[in-house]
T-cell receptor, first 112, second 111 residues
Framework: EAQVTQNPRYLITVTGKKLTVTCSQN?????MSWYRQDPGLGLRQIYY???????DKGDVPEGYKVSRKEKRNFPLILESPSPNQTSLYFC???????????FGQGTRLTVV | DQQVKQNSPSLSVQEGRISILNCDYT??????FLWYKKYPAEGPTFLIS?????DKNEDGRFTVFLNKSAKHLSLHIVPSQPGDSAVYFC??????????FGTGTSLTVIP
């Protein structure tokens, strides 16, 4: 089954404690991306990747890092989380061109 | 700068009637548009798309209309069903393969 898998689904952490949210896709897609969803702001892109070792900033990259060492995986790293990073995060992948993106189930992150 | 805009945060419709969700965009280079549906606690799922060479695309109860001169697209759901209650996002990829999403419209279909 074609899917994008994120882990964990829910995470509560404390300010400053480094964390990683994993994302894996099994569709051999070139493109992957991370979004955060906040009330009234829709889905805002954090980082995206065009291929292995090729990443670029989206609209809200501050406080986040990513890596793309393998085609299937695109982890999101918060080196020093802060309460304003409390949000719902989605990973997505797509083939590129005029095709649809596939989303993971989401990760609800709370930073206290 | 919001390149894809949904100006209606919410919409309520009676079951069986038509739901019309609207979306505007500013980037004239967009040539492909998508609608996604999102239920609580789930990721967005693809619903329907349209290429800029068309002005209409239909899939069952769902039809998307595109007005390029007005930079406007709309999603029509006929007839609306309670299971259609969800948040709907319009989206467009740019030539750099970044997806831009609107802020979403929460549709409630009242039984």
């Amino acid at each position: 089954e074609a899917q994008v898998t994120q882990n964990p689904r829910y995470l509560i952490t404390v300010t400053g404690k480094k964390l990683t949210v994993t994302c894996s896709q099994n569709m051999n897609h070139e493109y992957m991306s991370w979004y955060r969803q906040d009330p009234g702001l829709g889905l805002r892109q954090i980082y995206y990747s065009m291929n292995v070792e090729v990443t670029d900033k989206g609209d809200v990259p501050e406080g986040y890092k990513v890596s793309r060492k393998e085609k299937r995986n695109f982890p999101l790293i918060l080196e020093s989380p802060s309460p304003n990073q409390t949000s719902l995060y989605f990973c997505a992948s797509w083939r590129g061109g005029n095709t649809e993106a596939f989303f993971g189930q989401g990760t609800r992150l709370t930073v206290v | 700068d919001q390149q894809v805009k949904q100006n209606s945060p919410s919409l309520s419709v009676q079951e069986g009637r038509i739901s019309i969700l609207n979306c505007d965009y500013t980037n004239s280079m967009f040539d492909y548009f998508l609608w996604y549906k999102k239920y609580p606690a789930e990721g967005p799922t693809f619903l329907i798309s349209i290429s800029s060479i068309k002005d209409k695309n239909e899939d069952g109860r769902f039809t998307v209309f595109l007005n390029k001169s007005a930079k406007h697209l709309s999603l029509h759901i006929v007839p609306s069903q309670p299971g259609d209650s969800a948040v709907y996002f319009c989206a467009a990829p740019n030539t750099g393969n970044q997806f831009y999403f609107g802020t979403g419209t929460s549709l409630t279909v009242i039984p």
